[in-house]
């Protein structure tokens, strides 16, 4: 069965950076997406990252690009979203998902099956 499992969130003050971490468990293909959205209260959740695991394709939405970054460890099974000079407006809980499919490299949160439970992050002006 798989799991994902996030970590890192917290209450930083705007401009500041912060890492969240996403390990997965029970993983029985190496060829899949791992993304992150976010859910801010009273709003719908929105993509934020993805990267598919094997052929290194990367999306950003317009909002996060240039600030935050997705990478991987494929040792640990673990994803990583870097978040450099936070805003107020990323205040947000944080989720992870991934998506088996062999090709697909989706910004939908419809394609994702798999979910992690979430890490709130706060940022503060």
């Known amino acids: 069965q798989v799991q994902l499992v996030e970590s890192g969130g917290g209450l930083v003050q705007a401009g500041d950076s912060l890492t969240l971490s996403c390990a997965a468990s029970?993983?029985?293909?190496?060829?899949?997406?791992m993304a992150w959205f976010r859910q801010a209260p009273g709003k719908e959740r929105e993509f934020v990252a993805v990267?598919?695991?094997?052929?290194?394709?990367?999306y950003y939405s317009d909002s996060v690009k240039g600030r935050f970054t997705i990478s991987r460890d494929q040792a640990k099974k673990t994803v990583y979203l870097q978040m450099n000079s936070l805003k107020p407006e990323d205040t947000a809980v944080y989720y992870c998902?991934?998506?088996?499919?062999?090709?697909?490299?989706?910004?939908?949160?419809?394609?994702?099956?798999?979910w992690g439970q979430g890490t709130q992050v706060t940022v503060s002006s």
């Open positions: 029970g993983l029985t293909s190496s060829n899949y997406a």
């Open positions: 998902a991934a998506d088996f499919s062999r090709s697909r490299t989706s910004t939908a949160s419809t394609q994702y099956a798999y």
């Open positions: 990267k598919r695991w094997s052929a290194l394709t990367t």
